[in-house]
């Protein structure tokens, strides 16, 4: 008996012993050696309680996450208060996120800002990706920015780009805004095409100055981190004010898209059908005509005119003037561009659109220009809409992801000399396009969500620029020095506006008139 309870107890303590063998083993497999089957987040800057790295960002983003991503990698996290901000500094990278998980990062994370600036975010650049983004995109892709529809045009851009280089020949001498001029060039052109509005005379630099300082402050509060977008509890008090200004700043905007509309409606129902043949009475009537699936309401049609103004103005006339200060700065290049525009257009004619496509070198230009000072140096931040695995690590859905796509055109390992500015990387091969398909180079996005104006910036750039070198010859005022450095904001702009003196170089004055 003694016997057989000695064994029971050994038995019981054996069971024991496996037991708690067999539970250290489960917990070190679980904890220790399983293979996470998420895989983590991508590592980071360590960040405060609460605020995580909110507090250590730079205004200067674009340069802040190059410096990041150089001690974290191509892939990195920074905690922004409650949200996770996913910087991307690599092609391959950059390619996982805007190709092959297209779909999934088509959305953007709409902030306060743009949501109050696009009447709750109803325009082509904040909408989420549906059937309400395609009609958007559709109606402004195949009725305005269209080469057909661009074609049609070509008057417009002339007579704007006529009158800019009739303005500037009366200010020979003197320094003039190159950054403003183009911006009120560009304006016009989009205002006429939208509603056949175009300023001049005096009234030209007073508009062009009001909507110039509009369009800039609308587009700083766009790059401004806002803790309304970090702690959505928060959103509700602006703590920043963000929202405020913004409602002002576009609230201008509106105003001017209000008097448009109402003009245009009592000058249809005086004129009949027989009306304007611009983009405003072509979505006049769709509204009214009304899609049962994706109707286009008068909010929308106000937000696409507020994509237009904002999103066509600046992006266009900053590049212009970067490329003016790049060619000022590297002589040989503007020699090159002068040199290849007297071959094909002549000292004794003016440039047309229809010269730009025999012009392969000032194409070559605009796509270095890009390269260096791309207009959205982090794209517009796209959001995935379910959590997904990118370069091995987990992007949570939600999070904001930054593609900066300013370093990966400067990564020394894509590109030789990668600071230089020399157009002539681009002449040798037709490897470069717009297309956004070689995620080296990218500078108008890629994927769902590339630019949608594409078309219009290469006219514009190739046309303005080849008039403005074509027709003057160009210096520096005699105290100031060149300078391209850059201020960050969702457009980059040049810190210190370029201002430069025209000399005539055409032989005849009936050539600037
Ligand atoms: C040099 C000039 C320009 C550059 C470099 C540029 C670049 C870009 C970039 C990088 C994006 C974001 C792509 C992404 O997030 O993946 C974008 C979006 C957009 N651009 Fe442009 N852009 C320029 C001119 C224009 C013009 C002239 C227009 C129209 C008049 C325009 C209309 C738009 C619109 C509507 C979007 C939003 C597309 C969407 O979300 O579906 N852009 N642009």
Known sequence: MDFIIANEDTLTRLLLLLSAISLLTWYAWVFFFRPNSKPKVPPGPPGLPLFGNLLSLDPELHTYFADLSRTYGPILTLRLGRKLGIVITSASIARQVLKDHDVTFANRDVPAAGRAATYGGRDIVWTPYGAEWRMLR??????????????????????????????????????????????????????????????????????GAEFREVVSRITELLGKPNLSDFFPGLARFDLQGVEKQMHVWAGRLDEIFEKM?????????????????????FLLKLKDEGDSKTPLTMTHLK??????????SDTSSNTIEFAMAEMMRNPEVMKKAQEELDSVVGIDNVVEESHIHKLPYLLAVMKETLRLHPALPLLVPHCPSES????????????RVFVNVWAIQRDPTIWDRPLEFDPSRFLDDGKWD??????????????????????MAERMFLYSVATLVHSFDWKM???????????FGIVLKKKIPLAAIPTPRLSNPALYE
Request: overall charge neutral.
């Open 434 to 455: 717009y297309s956004g398909s070689d995620l080296n180079y990218f500078p108008f996005g890629s994927g769902r969500r590339i630019c949608a104006g594409i078309a």
């Open 261 to 281: 509309i109402e003009q245009r409606l009592r000058k249809s129902e005086s004129d009949g059908e027989e009306g304007s043949k611009d983009f405003l009475q």
């Open 388 to 399: 997904c695995t990118v370069g091995g690590y987990t992007i949570p859905e939600g999070s």
């Open 303 to 312: 937000s696409l005119l507020m994509d237009m103004v904002v999103g066509g």
């Open 477 to 487: 005022p005699q105290e100031q020095k060149l300078d391209v450095s850059e201020k």
């Open 138 to 207: 559709k109606v402004c892709v195949l009725k305005m920015l269209s080469n057909a529809t661009l074609d049609s045009v070509y008057d417009l851009r002339r007579k704007e780009v006529r009158k800019m280089v009739s303005y500037m020949y009366g200010r020979v001498g003197a320094p003039v805004d190159i950054g403003e001029q183009m911006f009120l060039t560009v304006l016009n052109v989009i205002t006429n095409m939208l509603w056949g509005g175009s300023v001049e005379g005096a009234e030209r630099a007073r508009v």
